[in-house]
Each structure stands twice: as C-alpha cells, then as structure tokens.
T-cell receptor
C-alpha cells in the first residue's frame, strides 16, 4: 500500500487564490514527521513546512500552513494568496520513527502535485 | 549560511562505468542522506550517514554505496552503471536530531547513463 498518497497529479489555480494540496499518509508508527517540499524545474527540493505527529498545533510558515488531521491521516498543504512563482511540483513526505534517540528511516515521498499558477 | 552543495551538477557516463557524487552539508549539520529521483519511481531513499556511520539504508543494490567524512561531507558511489541509474541524485542534510524537522536538500546531481 502507498504510504503517501497525493491524489492531484496537476492543478491550475488563478493567481492570488488560495490553494490546498492534498496528502494522506499511512503508518502504524505513533511517532512520525510530515514534510512538504517544492521542486521547481531547476530540480532543487525546497523545504516548505514540517509537522511532527505529536505537535498539537498546525504548522505555519509564512504563506504556507499544514492542515493536520491526525485521525484522518491527512496533511494537506495550504498556500494562501498564490503567486506566479509558486508554480512547481509539490511533494508530501513522511519520516517514521521520529522518537528522540530512535532510529528512523529516510523520507517516503508521494508522487507529487504539479501546481500551475495562472495570471 | 551556505546551503547544501552537490557536485557535479550534471554528468554523463556510459554503461559499466562507475561514478562518485559529492555532497557538502549545511555547516553544523551532521546527518547526510541521499535520494534518487526518476520519472518512473519518483523519489526513493538510498541511505543516510550520521557521524561517519551509515544509520539507515533504502532498498537499493550493493552497487550503490556511500561514505561520510569527519567534516560531514559525504560521497556516494555507483559502480557498474546501468541505463536505469539515470536519475537526479539529491542529497539532504540535517542537524541529526530527528525531532527538529530540519531537512534541507541540495540542487542535485543529474546523471545520464548512455
């Protein structure tokens, strides 16, 4: 089974609108971390936001917020007031075994969502 | 401060050759991990090094190997290259504490195998 599912292969959004990128995950580990990355055509993976499974509040970083619904195993990325420069691939990722001092595997990535912001 | 630096950015090899890629992490970061990105398989975890020791390994054949030096710089090596090894190889660095959420990637090394 897919550990990270991103159901939107591509999205077109008007500039200045808010965008929600979907991500659901599957894990039985009580300790995990969720990440969102942006990958423009240059290839670099740009870190956007992180949510730990024990964090009580949803993470926010500027125009980015993570809508964390633990019971639903959902970690959607919300981009407020989208800009043309937001056009890129967006990846949701999970790292299991986040407990302090514990071993953890690498990130498991979803297939990504190609976001295109239209003027 | 400087980000994660990967060299070379682009390279072309032929089947059967071997390749070494280099990654310099962010200053103060002790963990370096490597990922392979291909159109078919997406992003896949190769391995992670922390304090010169391999801490975790993904599901790749033994042709893929790596190491980390005392200054936290890391190299990965792929021997006996196959066409399917053509990919973007991304390096990520973090402090090493899994609770911080800090995990930053470099721009990648794009390998083409002919």
């Amino acid at each position: 089974a897919q550990k990270i599912t991103q159901t939107q292969p591509g999205m077109f959004v008007q500039e200045k609108e808010a965008v929600t990128l979907d991500c659901t995950y599957d894990t039985s580990d009580p300790s995990y971390g969720l990440f969102w990355y942006k990958q423009p055509s240059s290839g670099e993976m740009i870190f956007l936001i992180y949510q730990g499974s024990y964090d009580q509040q949803n993470a926010t970083e500027g125009r980015y917020s993570l809508n964390f619904q633990k019971a639903r195993k959902s970690a959607n990325l919300v981009i407020s007031a989208s800009q043309l420069g937001d056009s890129a691939m967006y990846f949701c990722a999970m790292r299991e075994g986040e407990a302090e001092g514990g071993g953890a595997d690498g990130l498991t990535f979803g297939k990504g969502t190609h976001l295109i912001i239209q003027p | 401060k400087a980000g994660v630096t990967q060299t070379p950015r682009y390279l072309i090899k032929t089947r059967g050759q071997q390749v070494t890629l280099s990654c310099s992490p962010i200053s103060g970061h002790r963990s370096v991990s490597w990922y392979q990105q291909t159109p078919g398989q997406g992003l896949q975890f190769l391995f992670e090094y922390f304090s010169e020791t391999q801490r975790n390994k993904g599901n790749f054949p033994g042709r893929f190997s790596g190491r980390q030096f005392s200054n936290s710089r890391s190299e990965m090596n792929v021997s006996t290259l196959e066409l399917g090894d053509s990919a973007l190889y991304l390096c990520a660095s973090s402090i090493g504490d899994r609770n911080t959420g800090e995990l930053f990637f470099g721009e990648g090394s794009r390998l083409t195998v002919l």
